[in-house]
Structures are given as C-alpha cells and as structure tokens.
T-cell receptor
Framework: QKEVEQNSGPLSVPEGAIASLNCTYS??????FFWYRQYSGKSPELIMF????GDKEDGRFTAQLNKASQYVSLLIRDSQPSDSATYLC?????????????FGGGTRLMVKP | ETGVTQTPRHLVMGMTNKKSLKCEQH?????MYWYKQSAKKPLELMFV???????ENNSVPSRFSPECPNSSHLFLHLHTLQPEDSALYLC????????????FGPGTRLTVT
C-alpha cells in the first residue's frame, strides 16, 4: 500500500466551479499535512498546511482533515484557469530519523475557461 | 523561487561521465534536501542535511554522492549513472530539520544517455 495516495487525474472542472482534491495516507501517526502546487516545468510551492481535524480556509483554498478516516482534501473555490497545475499532497510522518515529508503522486487539475 | 537556486538547469550526460549538481539557498535555513522526481512517480526524498550533517540517506545508490560544505550549499555528485536515473532533481531547504516549510529550487532536468 502506498503511504500517500492521490488520484492522478486529470480532474477537469469548468471555470468558477469548486475543485475538490483528495488524499489518503496510511500512517496513523502522521501529524501534519501539506498541499503543494506544481505548475508544469516548475518546482513545487507550498500553498496550505493543516494540523488539526476540521477545515482551514485561506482565500479561495480550504484544506480539510479527517484523521479518523486518514484523509485530507483541498477545495478550490471559484476555480480559475491559472489554478491548472498538479497538486501534491504531503504528509509529515515521524520516523527514526525525524519528521520527513512523504509525497503523493499528485493530482493534475485542469480548469477550463 | 529565487530563494533556492540550482545549477545547471539541464544536464545531459553519458553513463561513464562524472558531473555535479549544485544548490544554493539564500534564506538562512539550516536544513537542505535532495529529491528525485521521475515521470508518473511521487517525489522521492534522497538525502537530508541538517546543519551540514547528513541525517537521512533514503537507500540511495552509491552512484549518487551528496556533499554539504556549509548550510547554504548542497551538491550532488554523479558518476556511472544509468538511464533510469534520468529525472528532475529538486533541491529544497527549510528553516530547521523537520520544519513544515520546505522551499524548492527550480530543479535540474537530468538525462542520462
């Protein structure tokens, strides 16, 4: 079983719609959860992080965490063509060497005008 | 993106060549990372340095040799690589080891022929 799983997509949504990106993780000891955005040919950039169960909102982005079900999601409201990118879910998993980030494979989002 | 720089941006090398990738961070961070990103695979952590000491070697073949002379510079020395080593190699830094914020450089696109 992969440690962090994401649907590779592409997820296609029309401009102005809500895009919902999902991520599941296998290690119940995971404590911190991150969403990175990666435009084609560019490096990942951190857009959201969440530590506690529930929702965390930042502008058009909302991260949702449910530790009991071991999933974290990212909602993008009023999606714009500029949101088209690959979204990487990352989980901080404690191990012997410290807290490392484990990344999912990413979900490619396409927002169509 | 300018906080973490990587050179070269593109590299083509034969299997018998020796080359080095360079990463420099201008953020005053104490931890630096090397990741490998292959097509259709999640980001893979290769090495972690904290205050110039290696704290993680994620089962990486010995043909990859990291060097961290100070907290601002990180190198990845390459020798006798295989075609399957062709990938995007990303450097990242964070304020401290295990910090949730990792800032990525633009990456080096490596092709092994």
């Amino acid at each position: 079983q992969k440690e962090v799983e994401q649907n590779s997509g592409p997820l296609s949504v029309p401009e102005g719609a809500i895009a919902s990106l999902n991520c599941t993780y296998s290690d119940r000891g995971s404590q911190s959860f991150f969403w990175y955005r990666q435009y084609s040919g560019k490096s990942p950039e951190l857009i959201m992080f969440i530590y506690s169960n529930g929702d965390k909102e930042d502008g058009r982005f909302t991260a949702q965490l449910n530790k009991a079900s071991q999933y974290v999601s990212l909602l993008i409201r009023d999606s714009q063509p500029s949101d088209s990118a690959t979204y990487l879910c990352a989980v901080k998993t404690p191990n012997n060497a410290g807290n490392m980030l484990t990344f999912g494979g990413g979900t490619r989002l396409m927002v169509k005008p | 993106e300018t906080g973490v720089t990587q050179t070269p941006r593109h590299l083509v090398m034969g299997m018998t060549n020796k080359k080095s990738l360079k990463c420099e961070q201008h953020l005053g961070h104490n931890a630096m990372y090397w990741y490998k990103q292959s097509a259709k695979k999640p980001l893979e952590l290769m090495f972690v340095y904290s205050l110039e000491e290696r704290v993680e070697n994620n089962s990486v073949p010995s043909r990859f040799s990291p060097e961290c002379p100070n907290s601002s510079h990180l190198f990845l020395h390459l020798h006798t690589l295989q075609p399957e080593d062709s990938a995007l190699y990303l450097c990242a830094s964070s304020p401290g080891f295990g910090s949730y914020e990792q800032y990525f450089g633009p990456g080096t696109r490596l092709t092994v022929t």
